[in-house]
């Protein structure tokens, strides 16, 4: 019901508005919408900011406005836009800071109204629920004080307005827990029309033939007026033509040449827009002179818009102009240097220009020209189009970890250029050391939980002003993990990716350490800290395995999770045959088989064309068979048609997945006519065993196939099909490897099948001939010491069986045997590089015989034998490799050797090389720096390994801009030094000792602001002590700031 009645005020609301939008053509018009929505998400809300501009009533050259009513009128110029586009502000258990649902109109008040009372209206959103305070003129109003005042939910009640007490400029704050926000400004206006003075008007005497002004001159009110007048009695009103004109801005009576009839008495009739009241002036008499007749005179404009107009767009401007002359002046209009807007409309015998919908395009210089048969006249003035601030870019809701920097921009358009202003919970903010606001864009540097609150944007010109709000939340957690990270157990094969899942939750963004067992873990090549904290170990291998920690520290406290690698031998898979054809009715057994890691289960599954098969719903033709753990059978029986298609074996382990597939082709019987008995089938294979089925079929569908004839066996012939895909294979030196792909059973046609192996040099003419007695053999491999290697050979492979011989295939060329390699490599020398990593490096003998294809590395502990030894593969003619991951402070034994497709050659001679001792442990400590613009000094105790620890040889001092990933890194051998901050913003800088067996633990971090290198006096330096121990430490620190650059 709830959601009914909204959706019911929503549509209402944007009818009215729409009404309004077409009484006040060019008025940006927008429309507030609310809509419920529950969600569990936690993600910020982006919406759009709020608009507002009023009506302008300039004193001439008027802009229309709409039709006022005899009751209290709310101006809706531009109404606020609310588009959520995210949920969590809707979602009543999700905390945030105010947002406004309605915002407060111009309201102009009749001063005879019966109600006695203004609503000025206000609403917001928020959690907690919002309460509300109200300004005046920029005045907190003191509700309790005055009984006039009252709160309806936000709105402002006034009982008994007075204009002398109560006019002015309204403001709604609206406050939570999370901030304030402040409403554009809402005017509150009294209409009145006051009554003209009761003292006689003086006759005004003229000649006939001359020009003559009434004047009106009307009493006090609020807002504007219309004007009108009586000649001699109401309601005879006086018509405006060519002669007479009835300015709207001054109100006044123009007869540009009096006649005869034009004698008698004239009252001013005004109407106050709002409260249609009226009143009437005393008569003012009209007599002419008897002194003659006025002759004929130039044109003598007496009214006209003033020199410059001003006018918003899409509104309706009205330019008058008048002149009084004899004869009669005509009125033309012309724009100055182009031609008039073709909407342009002439109006009261062409003394007023209107121009509906103005654009910018319309601004110009305009001329009213009057002209006689004595002479002309011309005015000219400029018309000048503004624009209210529109929004083009407007804030979001954000949230940022404690020191992170802010920058939230807002930008506008309108003319003339808005300028910005920016409020923090209804109050102005100003530029401070750490908050600048130019042109639009607000920046905060090193954030912090003071910088907390609501924030807003005002695009202001001189016709308007727009309001954007915000809220920014600043976060300060330790570091916690989720349930779905806590201790787990991941498990792959070798040379895999493995990711160890570290994203602890925390603000700020924590500084995550990794160790594997007891020992921190180095990066390398291989093993990388993702950028969100996560670690990824590449071509994973047995020395991966272990147990990992990973721990994320901030200011605020410290958290780990713990996981555990193991690396298993990938899995391999047969799935047999790999392709087959049967007849409808035919049953067949698919074998697939996994050769997999002992110490894992498999698990089997059966597809067809990608599907997983259901066994239970496929009409008991597919059976799922596993006789032994690591293999199981597809039996297939009474196969139909829909039975083809591909079928895959896929078998998945705890560490990987493998999958593969096999072809089924499914042929249909020959077709006879329904009446006969009997049948011959031919075209059968020679030598092979068939049974028959019959099968009936008619147009409604296909019966089940009869039971099976006994088997027959059709007579043997000479064979017909040569083996395929003849090719080479690699083999021994001095080898001939010829390969084929076997002729199955069913083409054989006959026993005593074999094959017949023919090749010869090539460029020569005889062949040898070899027979190969086993129907199922698929290689042939001929020795000869004579032949060299890479000798080509013109192949082909021929059948037979005890029928006679078949034919050969196609000749194809193949070169025998290159070899293994026969020679070691030399020169192997291994260099210890840091504590997880060994260069190998080793030279080959060319002229050696069996050309390498690459080289394997084969290294293992001084405490292993080498049947344990890890193995590492090149390809082409790498002579060096970095081994990665290897244990710090341990000696290593290594061999070389080379292989190609034929084998491995020698190993060389066992060389050792013992990884470098651990880095430092101890990360610098008591680390103090003072900053003098944008140059840091710094200085730090030295690090004291531990007896098992490489030695200090030096520190590194890394500092990167905050957000950004790389760092700069200054070197040195001293325990201290000067970084330079190059651009705005926060930096972060890390001090870590530098050793053989790479770089030590990193300090703290440091977060250090730089302001455009803005200049620090010696006076303004302070020093900063970031202690790591817990005892006491007396310093004696001296720094000298030098006045110039550094």
């Known amino acids: 019901m709830w959601l009914s009645w909204k959706l019911l005020l929503y549509l209402s609301l944007t009818g009215c508005l729409s009404d309004f939008s077409e009484a006040v053509p060019g008025l940006p018009t927008s429309y507030a919408a609310i809509l419920r929505i529950k969600s569990g998400s936690s993600s910020l809300a982006s919406f759009d900011s709020k608009t507002r501009s009023r009506l302008s009533s300039p004193s001439l050259g008027s802009v229309s406005s709409?039709?006022?009513?005899?009751?209290?009128?709310?101006?809706?110029?531009?109404?606020?836009?609310?588009?959520?586009?995210?949920?969590?502000?809707?979602?009543?258990?999700?905390?945030?800071?105010?947002?406004?649902?309605?915002?407060?109109?111009?309201?102009?008040?009749?001063?005879?109204?019966?109600?006695?009372?203004?609503?000025?209206?206000?609403?917001?959103?928020?959690?907690?629920?919002?309460?509300?305070?109200?300004?005046?003129?920029?005045?907190?109003?003191?509700i309790e004080s005055d009984y006039r005042f009252s709160l309806i939910e936000g709105s402002l009640i006034i009982s008994n307005p007075s204009e002398m007490k109560d006019s002015g400029q309204y403001q709604c704050l609206t406050t939570n827990m999370f901030g304030s926000i402040l409403s554009r400004e809402a005017v509150l206006q009294f209409a009145y029309l006051g009554n003209f003075s009761g003292r006689t008007r003086s006759a005004v005497s003229v000649r006939e033939g001359q020009g003559v002004v009434l004047m009106c001159s009307p009493p006090p009110h609020s807002p504007e007026i219309i004007y009108s007048w009586v000649f001699n009695e109401f309601p005879s009103f006086v018509a405006e033509d060519s002669r007479r004109f009835i300015s709207q801005e001054t109100g006044n009576l123009y007869i540009s040449k009096v006649q005869t009839s034009d004698v008698g008495s004239y009252i001013c009739l005004v109407k106050n827009t709002v409260t249609n009241a009226r009143v009437l002036s005393p008569p003012t008499p009209l007599t002419l002179r008897n002194d003659g007749v006025m002759g004929e005179y130039e044109p003598k404009i007496e009214v006209h818009f003033p020199y410059v107009v001003t006018a918003a767009r899409g509104t309706t401007v009205k330019m008058e102009c008048f002149a009084l002359g004899n004869p009669v002046p005509t009125i033309s209009w012309r724009k100055v240097n182009g031609h008039n807007p073709s909407k342009a409309r002439l109006r009261k015998s062409q003394a007023v220009l209107e121009?509906?919908?103005?654009?910018?395009?319309?601004?110009?210089?305009?001329?009213?020209?009057?002209?006689?048969?004595?002479?002309?006249?011309?005015?000219?003035?400029?018309?000048?189009?503004?624009?209210?601030?529109?929004?083009?870019?407007?804030?979001?809701?954000?949230?940022?970890?404690?020191?992170?920097?802010?920058?939230?921009?807002?930008?506008?358009?309108?003319?003339?250029?808005p300028t910005y202003r920016w409020l923090k919970n209804g109050v102005p903010l100003w530029p401070q050391s750490r908050i600048e606001m130019i042109n639009g864009v607000l920046m905060i540097h090193s954030a912090n939980v003071s910088d907390a609150g609501m924030y807003q944007c005002l695009a202001e010109n001189k016709y308007g002003t727009i309001y954007a709000s915000a809220e920014l939340k600043i976060l300060a957690s330790a570091p916690t993990f989720p349930l779905n990270q806590m201790r787990k157990t991941i498990i792959v094969t070798k040379g895999q990716e493995v990711v160890i899942e570290c994203k602890p939750e925390a603000s700020p963004k924590p500084t995550i350490t990794w160790k594997k067992g007891d020992k921190v873990l180095r990066e390398n090549k291989r093993i990388t800290v993702l950028p969100h904290g996560s670690l990824r170990i590449l071509n994973a291998s047995k020395s991966d395995e272990g147990r990992y920690l990973c721990q994320g520290v901030n200011v605020f406290g410290s958290a780990e999770i713990i996981a555990s690698v193991s690396v298993k031998e990938p899995t391999r898979i047969e799935l047999t045959p790999k392709k087959v054809e049967l007849t409808v009715g035919e049953s067949i057994v698919l074998s697939c088989r996994a050769l997999h890691d002992s110490t894992m289960d498999v698990t089997f599954y059966w597809t067809l064309n990608g599907q997983p098969i259901d066994f239970e719903k496929e009409g008991g033709h597919f059976e799922s068979i596993k006789a032994q753990a690591s293999s199981a059978d597809l039996m297939i029986r009474n196969i139909l048609l829909m039975h083809a298609g591909r079928y895959g074996c896929r078998v998945q382990t705890a560490a990987d997945t493998v999958s593969d597939e096999t072809e089924l082709l499914v042929r249909v019987p020959d077709l006879i006519s329904g009446d006969m008995e009997s049948a011959m089938a031919v075209e059968l294979n020679p030598w092979v065993e068939y049974e028959f089925r019959v099968v009936a079929t008619n147009k409604i569908g296909t019966g089940d196939p009869s039971a099976p004839s006994r088997v027959i066996r059709t007579n043997e012939a000479v064979p017909k099909t040569p083996p395929a895909n003849v090719s080479g294979r690699s083999g021994r030196r001095h080898e001939l490897v010829i390969a084929w792909e076997p002729v199955s059973e069913e083409f054989q046609s006959g026993e005593g099948f074999g094959y017949i192996v023919a090749f010869r040099p090539n460029g020569t003419r005889g062949w040898k001939e070899k027979m190969v007695t086993s129907s199922d053999a698929s290689k042939f491999i001929y020795r000869d010491e004579s032949v060299p290697p890479l000798t080509p050979f013109e192949v082909k492979v021929g059948v037979y069986n005890n029928k006679g011989d078949g034919p050969f295939s196609p000749i194809v060329v193949i070169c025998s045997a290159e070899g293994?390699?026969?020679?070691?490599?030399?020169?192997?020398?291994?260099?210890?590089?840091?504590?997880?990593?060994?260069?190998?490096?080793?030279?080959?003998?060319?002229?050696?015989?069996?050309?390498?294809?690459?080289?394997?590395?084969?290294?293992?502990?001084?405490?292993?034998?080498?049947?344990?030894?890890?193995?590492?593969?090149?390809?082409?003619?790498?002579?060096?490799?970095?081994?990665?991951?290897?244990?710090?402070?341990?000696?290593?034994?290594?061999?070389?050797?080379?292989?190609?497709?034929?084998?491995?050659?020698?190993?060389?001679?066992?060389?050792?090389?013992?990884?470098?001792?651990?880095?430092?442990?101890?990360?610098?400590?008591?680390?103090?720096?003072?900053?003098?613009?944008?140059?840091?000094?710094?200085?730090?105790?030295?690090?004291?390994?531990?007896?098992?620890?490489?030695?200090?040889?030096?520190?590194?001092?890394?500092?990167?801009?905050?957000?950004?990933?790389?760092?700069?890194?200054?070197?040195?051998?001293?325990?201290?030094?000067?970084?330079?901050?190059?651009?705005?913003?926060?930096?972060?800088?890390?001090?870590?000792?530098?050793s053989e067996g790479g770089d030590g633990t990193a300090s703290p971090q440091i977060r250090v602001p730089s302001f455009s290198g803005g200049k620090v006096t010696s006076a303004q330096s302070t020093l900063h002590v970031l202690s790591t121990s817990s005892s006491s430490v007396t310093l004696l620190l001296a720094l000298i700031v030098p006045s110039t650059s550094w």
């Open 355 to 417: 121009i509906p919908n103005v654009q910018l395009e319309d601004s110009g210089m305009y001329e009213c020209k009057a002209e006689n048969s004595r002479g002309r006249n011309v005015f000219r003035g400029q018309l000048q189009v503004y624009t209210y601030p529109h929004w083009v870019e407007k804030l979001n809701d954000t949230q940022l970890d404690s020191g992170d920097q802010l920058r939230w921009e807002c930008k506008a358009t309108g003319k003339p250029r």
């Open 820 to 994: 293994e390699p026969t020679a070691a490599p030399i020169d192997v020398k291994a260099t210890s590089l840091s504590v997880s990593e060994i260069l190998v490096a080793w030279k080959h003998i060319k002229e050696s015989l069996g050309r390498p294809q690459g080289f394997e590395v084969g290294y293992w502990k001084d405490m292993q034998q080498e049947e344990a030894a890890e193995k590492v593969k090149t390809e082409g003619n790498e002579s060096s490799i970095l081994l990665t991951g290897l244990e710090g402070n341990t000696l290593y034994h290594l061999t070389v050797r080379a292989y190609n497709a034929a084998g491995y050659g020698p190993p060389s001679t066992a060389v050792h090389a013992a990884t470098k001792k651990s880095p430092p442990s101890q990360a610098p400590g008591n680390i103090m720096w003072i900053q003098d613009g944008s140059h840091v000094s710094l200085g730090w105790e030295p690090v004291r390994p531990l007896a098992n620890e490489s030695d200090v040889m030096g520190y590194k001092v890394l500092f990167r801009q905050e957000g950004q990933s790389n760092s700069q890194v200054i070197e040195t051998q001293k325990t201290s030094a000067v970084v330079l901050l190059p651009d705005v913003g926060v930096y972060i800088i890390e001090v870590c000792a530098v």
């Open 66 to 142: 709409p039709g006022w009513r005899g009751t209290t009128q709310h101006y809706h110029s531009p109404t606020n836009l609310y588009h959520f586009s995210e949920t969590f502000k809707h979602d009543e258990s999700v905390d945030y800071g105010p947002v406004f649902v309605q915002e407060p109109d111009d309201i102009i008040f009749p001063t005879d109204s019966e109600e006695k009372k203004v609503s000025l209206n206000c609403q917001a959103r928020g959690n907690p629920t919002p309460t509300y305070r109200w300004l005046r003129n920029g005045t907190e109003i003191d």
